[in-house]
């Protein structure tokens, strides 16, 4: 397992971007496949965004074409930049780490702590 830290919420208007920071821990970082997740409220929590030691990514189709996701394994940190953010957006986003590589969602069993993400209308 590795340690998994997130930061970059906040409240953004409609349209607007926010970039999703995850800082991990562990000197084998380059090995895990790294995934967000988001949880609304009433909800349950899904994958959104993945991303293996390959660089190979995947995403759901609610946010394709407007979120990306990357990894900076010098600095042990993944993003998630998020453009075109709707109100549907409005979620806890929460990073998520794995050794497998085939990044489905009940692969995952390292949890950061969540950050918020709030989307005004």
């Known amino acids: 397992q590795v340690q998994l830290v997130e930061s970059g919420g906040g409240l953004v208007q409609a349209g607007g971007s926010l970039r999703l920071s995850c800082a991990a821990s562990?000197?084998?970082?380059?090995?895990?496949?790294m995934g967000w997740f988001r949880q609304a409220p009433g909800k349950e929590r899904e994958l959104i965004a993945a991303?293996?030691?390959?660089?190979?990514?995947y995403y759901a189709e609610s946010v394709k074409g407007r979120f990306t996701i990357s990894r900076d394994n010098a600095r042990n940190t993944v993003y998630l930049q998020m453009n075109s953010l709707k109100s549907e957006d409005t979620a806890v986003y929460y990073c998520?780490?794995?050794?497998?590589?085939?990044?489905?969602?009940?692969?995952?069993?390292?949890w950061g702590q969540g950050t918020q993400v709030t989307v005004s209308s």
């Open positions: 998520a780490a794995t050794l497998f590589t085939s990044m489905t969602p009940s692969d995952f069993d390292s």
């Open positions: 562990g000197r084998a970082f380059s090995n895990y496949g």
């Open positions: 991303v293996n030691w390959a660089t190979r990514t």
